[in-house]
């Protein structure tokens, strides 16, 4: 299942950046994956995880305020 492979954040759907933010290593953002939104994890383009799901980044403001303060897009 791809849920269960792992995968870097900047190539991961569930990635959510500001809306001018580039897709690079150092770049943060918050993670949308719904069994992690309650935790508002900021993670950069080299992070990753086993809930992984390859796709594009969502873009909202606040995605990458300290906490975040965007909602998730998708
Ligand atoms: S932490 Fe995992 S689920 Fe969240 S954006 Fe990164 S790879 Fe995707």
Redesign the pocket.
């Known amino acids: 299942m791809s849920e269960k492979q792992?995968?870097?954040?900047?190539?991961?759907?569930?990635?959510?950046i500001e809306p001018g933010a580039a897709i690079e290593d150092d770049t943060t953002?918050?993670?949308?994956?719904e069994d992690?939104q309650p935790y508002k994890?900021l993670?950069s383009g080299a992070?990753?995880?086993?809930?992984?799901?390859a796709g594009t980044?969502a873009r909202a403001e606040g995605s990458a305020s300290k906490p975040p303060t965007a909602k998730a897009v998708r």
């Open positions: 792992w995968g870097l954040c900047k190539n991961c759907k569930w990635w959510q953002g918050l993670c949308i994956d992690l994890l993670v992070s990753g995880c086993n809930r992984f799901s980044p």
